[in-house]
């Protein structure tokens, strides 16, 4: 079974920028969960998808957005870019329940210049 | 103040050599993830504990969960250079909607 897939790989952005990252979650998998990595902050939830719907958010301010497709496949947009918006974004896809365990895509290093 | 604290932060140690890597939560522990991270990678999942007291082995790699004291150890048995990388301790903590991770252990493997 194909693992979580996350493109692009790598990202160059100015300041002011919009940019889209996917996620398309393993198959079957009805919940796709966005995180944010940083060196200082480390593994920040972003926010979760279920069936097409937001389940949970974290505490990013609002040009930080997702959204979910029929097929589970997910984006998230990330508007007005900044400096400190650089970050190795990571998808993570489960089944859907709380206690499922969440798999992980490879990331996407975004890098604002 | 973090949720999940994980120590040490980083660890070197010479190969072959045994280690242990704790994540302790301020909360009560539903449940408790280990995953393993190589620079600028994705999180490899490695085990899940649910219950207190349960035990998981992977190869070298065994963690542990202690529910009274909020409390998991991972622990590699003869290291290689194979098993350098980050690892993550991620739970599901009382109170939260979301999987909450520690800071990472970064492990390096001198031969």
Redesign the interface.
């Given at each position: 079974k194909a693992g979580?897939t996350?493109t692009p790989r790598y990202l160059i952005k100015t300041r002011g920028q919009q940019v889209t990252l996917s996620c398309s979650p393993i198959s079957g998998h009805r919940s796709v969960?966005w995180?944010q990595q940083t060196p200082g902050q480390?593994?920040q939830?972003l926010f979760?998808y279920f069936s097409e719907t937001q389940r949970?958010k974290?505490n990013f301010p609002g040009r930080f957005s997702g959204r979910q497709f029929s097929n589970s496949r997910s984006e998230m947009n990330v508007s007005t870019l900044e400096l400190g918006d650089s970050a190795?974004y990571?998808c993570?896809s489960s089944f859907g329940q709380?206690?499922d365990?969440?798999?992980?895509?490879?990331?996407t290093?975004l890098t604002v210049l | 103040s973090q949720e999940l604290e994980q120590s040490p932060q980083s660890l070197i140690v010479q190969e072959g050599k045994n280690l242990t890597i704790n994540c302790t939560s301020s909360k009560t522990l539903y449940g408790l993830y280990w995953y393993k991270q190589k620079y600028g990678e994705g999180l490899i999942f490695l085990m899940m504990l649910q219950k207190g007291g349960e035990e998981k082995s992977h190869e070298k790699i065994t963690a542990k969960l202690d529910e009274k004291k909020q409390q998991s150890s991972l622990h590699i048995t003869a290291s290689q250079p194979s098993h350098a990388g980050i690892y993550l301790c991620g739970a599901d903590i009382q109170g939260a909607q979301k999987l909450v991770f520690g800071q990472g252990t970064r492990l390096t493997i001198n031969p």
């Open positions: 979580v996350q969960s995180y480390g593994l939830f979760e949970n974290g190795l990571l993570a709380t206690a365990t969440q798999y992980f895509g490879p990331g290093r | -």
